[in-house]
């Protein structure tokens, strides 16, 4: 599991909603992956403060800044090569 497809099973992660053989997948990235173990426990700590308001949803805009928070660190690092510039508009 890379930072990509943590991300795409990070809202299902906090739903609850989520394989047991994923489960085990996601909790070993973050062993590994400091970027992602950060954004975890920040957004628990979020939607506790959300839950203590009102029910919870996981927002669209907050899961778009995490994904593009995460994916910003990974490549900063090293930890995840750049994927999304495989295009060049301006080839000269
Ligand atoms: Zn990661």
Redesign the pocket.
């Given at each position: 599991m890379?930072?990509t497809d943590?991300?795409a099973k990070l809202t299902d992660y906090f739903d609850g909603e989520i394989e047991p053989e994923l489960l085990a997948e996601v909790k070993e990235?973050?062993g590994?992956?400091s970027?992602?173990?950060v954004?975890v426990n920040t957004t628990r700590k979020t939607i506790d403060v959300y839950r203590g308001h009102q029910p919870y949803e996981f927002p669209d805009e907050l899961s778009d800044r995490l994904r593009k928070a995460?994916m910003d660190r990974?490549v900063k690092s090293g930890?995840?090569p750049e994927v999304e510039k495989s295009a060049d508009p301006q080839p000269r």
């Open positions: 890379n930072c943590f991300l990235h973050l590994t992956c970027h992602c173990d954004v995460i990974c930890v995840y």
